[in-house]
């Protein structure tokens, strides 16, 4: 069976541009580096520090009141209009980029469990993976004013969400929906998910793990995922 795997999920042309093989189970080499069943919120604190040393990345966090999505900026974990992150507000997070990812979750008070999970796509390996790509829900998107971040909204349910880079016109299209006006927009955003693959003793699949590796756009003239961020 491995034979016929593709060998990496993404195929990485000057680090902009990525094709995702959907829909089919691939390979690469993958391993965790560091984890805890149990750290105190300082220690979680530290160790994302350490992890992000100066490097770029993405971040999603559930908090207490909301879902937001984030970036780094000189080494601090910030959501929009400079929002510093609250770890006491955090339930859930992902610090990610395309070759890894921090995950934590809150256990009990302020203490977290946390795993560091990281990829090599070009490295020969046995590790099944499964990539998907989410559609990010909105049907109104725009610029904010003097920042390198947009909005992606849907007035009718509520949702509101900051991305951490500007939207491209052609990353969005025209929606078809008749219920939706003419001048709103329907994302053309996505993002990327890895599910890592595991087999219990009766041969069964099972996902083991999985991952945030970025924001993506479909490009309809070429027909490939390309990053946006």
């Known amino acids: 069976m491995s034979k016929s795997l593709t060998p990496n999920p993404f195929v990485i042309?000057?680090?902009?541009?990525?094709?995702?093989?959907?829909?089919?189970?691939?390979?690469?080499?993958?391993?965790?580096?560091q984890s805890s069943p149990e750290i105190a919120k300082?220690?979680?604190?530290?160790?994302?520090?350490?992890?992000?040393?100066?490097?770029?990345?993405?971040?999603?966090?559930?908090q207490t009141h909301a879902v937001a999505v984030g970036k780094t900026e000189k080494g601090i974990l910030t959501l929009a209009q400079g929002k510093n992150l609250n770890f006491e507000e955090i339930l859930e997070i992902r610090i990610f980029n395309q070759e890894r990812e921090l995950y934590a979750l809150r256990t009990s008070g302020l203490s977290f469990g946390y795993r560091i999970r990281e990829d090599q796509f070009l490295a020969p390996s046995d590790l099944e993976v499964y990539v998907e790509m989410h559609k990010m829900v909105g049907t109104v998107a725009e610029n904010q004013v003097d920042s390198n971040w947009s909005r992606v909204r849907e007035p009718q349910q509520g949702i509101n969400v900051a991305l951490p880079f500007a939207v491209r016109s052609e990353e969005f299209y025209n929606s078809k929906d008749p219920d939706v006006g003419?001048?709103?927009?329907?994302?053309?955003?996505?993002?990327?998910?890895?599910?890592?693959?595991?087999?219990?003793?009766?041969?069964?699949?099972?996902?083991?793990?999985?991952?945030?590796?970025?924001?993506?756009s479909f490009n309809k003239q070429n027909k490939h995922l390309e990053v946006v961020w």
């Open 182 to 216: 003419e001048k709103e927009h329907s994302p053309n955003l996505f993002i990327g998910v890895i599910n890592y693959l595991d087999y219990d003793q009766n041969g069964v699949m099972r996902g083991k793990d999985d991952r945030l590796c970025g924001f993506f």
């Open 13 to 33: 042309e000057s680090n902009q541009v990525a094709i995702a093989k959907l829909n089919t189970i691939c390979t690469l080499k993958s391993q965790v580096t």
């Open 42 to 62: 300082i220690d979680l604190q530290n160790t994302i520090k350490e992890f992000i040393n100066g490097q770029e990345y993405q971040l999603m966090v559930h």
